[in-house]
């Protein structure tokens, strides 16, 4: 994880891989869509924004 | 020899802010502060008042705002402004034959200088009707000021004896000063510090003062944190209604992620604030949601969806528990070098039918009496003209409206229609002849600021003449 340094914990990679898990991945746009909102969840999260 | 009060209120503030902090013994938010620090319970609370600024950006043209209208002073005005030959518009020069519908008639006797007369811009035609009904007063050459000043006082090489407010004609350190009294970066606006005293007069402190225009310093306190709306409603986080990238679990992980507590005291922190937004979305937007206006705002009308808003707020006073509220509104594009009469009259619209709009929306609502707005801007502008616009200037003229107004009469003293006359810093730069202090103490004072309190909120009054100018009876 590039721009976590490895900081986010395993609740939060939980968090955004359940919710990941739940998209629908077959075309190109869904996973595209994937990626997105998984790249989101991680920039939004307290951990990735507060730096340490 | 004057030392420049206001760094002593930021001085001030950091030492409580510095104790505030010991006492809780961590970095606790501000606004978490704003129960335990609670301490000026200044006002009566059983009605209610609200303060409106309308701030022009960009630093509007008073000089085609308010204009000569009696022939002498219209002379002067259409000569310096480079008018077309029989009184006729030319240059930045309005005709003279378009403004007899908007030629001011006080509802007092009044003598000003040189017997001007004024007209308002052709386009302000709701103010005009505000200012017949004596519900909008004008206030005649006000700017920053750190004492009163002379023109030769503005000359003199001794800025020890005769400061003058920092960054004179400068965009961004005037609207700051404008609206906290001191240059760009200043984080304390005069308006906030009205709240921060008005903090404990409402239930939900946080809804104290409010912006419909983006962050303004106006608006900040040192206690009062700035809330900000939009002309829709609170501002929500909207993946968490409608889901992320089409999938409500995304949505759902996000409020989780957003919102759930953490060891960590800056996360935890982080956290919270946004805990706290959310929540205050669902409380002010379910305000808000019963409070239809029959007033017509007009469309296509930046200025007027923001006063709009305002006024729906007003009207959820009641299920909001606020009692005294300072608002923040604002227009852009005043800065018109160029281009100044093709522009600069469809704002002069937008600001007079938004204006007006708003004061019948406080009559609706039954708040008129309890409801001030005033016009605020950068600096006014040049009389002379750059041949395509005015340039950047220092005092301007500006409005006051509201049913408690004593109004359909100027306050302050007009300037000569001249560019070499003593009240003016050269190209008709008016030298104010009024000071911002001046102006937002008399308009504290009607909210409820006691006079020992005054230089607290505005810390140069005390050079001035006069705290209460007399917008109100």
């Known amino acids: 994880m590039k721009f976590t340094a490895n900081q986010l914990s395993s609740d939060t990679r939980t968090i955004i891989r359940d919710a990941i898990n739940t998209m629908p991945s077959g075309s190109d746009d869904e996973k595209r869509r994937r990626l997105h909102a998984a790249t989101l969840l991680v920039m939004a999260s307290p951990e990735y924004l507060v730096q340490k | ?473």
């Open chain 2, 1 to 473: 020899m004057h030392i420049d009060k206001t760094k002593d209120i930021t001085r001030r503030v950091m030492m409580r802010r510095a104790l505030g902090l010991a006492m809780t013994g961590s970095a606790l938010p501000l606004a978490m502060n704003l129960a335990a620090f609670g301490e000026a319970a200044a006002f009566d609370n059983s009605d209610y008042k609200a303060l409106v600024c309308v701030f022009l950006y960009g630093g509007s043209d008073h000089n085609n705002t308010l204009i000569p209208y009696d022939l002498d002073n219209y002379d002067r005005y259409h000569a310096i402004r480079g008018g077309g030959p029989g009184r006729t518009a030319g240059h930045i020069a309005v005709a003279r034959a378009d403004l007899s519908a908007t030629a001011l008639t006080p509802l007092v006797s009044q003598t000003l200088t040189d017997d001007l007369r004024y007209a308002l811009n052709p386009q302000m035609t709701g103010l005009k009707s505000l200012f017949d009904a004596g519900k909008a007063a004008i206030q005649l050459n006000v700017g920053p000021l750190m004492t009163p000043l002379t023109l030769a006082q503005f000359n003199s090489p001794n800025r020890v004896l005769y400061p003058l407010p920092p960054k004179l004609f400068s965009h961004n350190d005037q609207q700051s000063v404008w609206q906290s009294l001191a240059s760009e970066g200043s984080t304390i606006g005069w308006g906030g510090r009205i709240g921060d005293l008005a903090l404990s007069s409402n239930n939900r402190s946080i809804l104290t003062c409010i912006s419909a225009a983006g962050n303004a310093v106006f608006v900040s306190g040192d206690q009062a944190l700035q809330y900000q709306i939009s002309p829709n409603g609170a501002v929500a986080i909207n993946p968490l209604q409608t889901g992320l990238y089409g999938s409500q679990a995304a949505g759902d992980a996000l409020r989780t992620l957003i919102t759930r507590t953490s060891s960590h005291v800056l996360e935890d922190e982080f956290t919270k604030v946004t805990r706290r937004s959310i929540e205050m979305e669902g409380i002010v937007n379910a305000a808000l949601s019963p409070v239809s206006l029959n007033t017509a705002f007009p469309a296509n009308n930046s200025l007027a969806a923001q006063m709009r808003i305002v006024a729906r707020l007003i009207g959820a006073r009641n299920t909001l528990g606020a009692k005294r509220q300072v608002f923040f509104v604002s227009l852009g594009g005043f800065d018109n070098h160029d281009l100044l009469m093709e522009n600069h009259p469809a704002l002069m619209r937008q600001v007079s039918d938004a204006m007006t709009a708003f004061y019948n929306a406080t009559v609706e609502l039954g708040v008129a009496n309890k409801v001030t707005a005033f016009t605020a801007s950068d600096f006014g502008r040049t009389l002379s003209s750059n041949g395509n616009g005015s340039d950047h200037g220092w005092g301007s003229h500006h409005f006051v409206v509201g049913g408690a107004v004593n109004g359909g009469r100027y306050f302050g003293t007009a300037p000569h229609i001249s560019i070499t006359s003593d009240d003016q810093v050269g190209q008709g730069r008016l030298l104010p002849s009024t000071s911002v202090d001046q102006m937002g103490a008399t308009l504290a004072r009607w909210f409820g600021v006691s006079n020992s309190e005054l230089p607290t909120v505005l810390p140069n009054i005390g050079r001035f003449g006069s705290s209460n100018l007399g917008y109100f009876s």
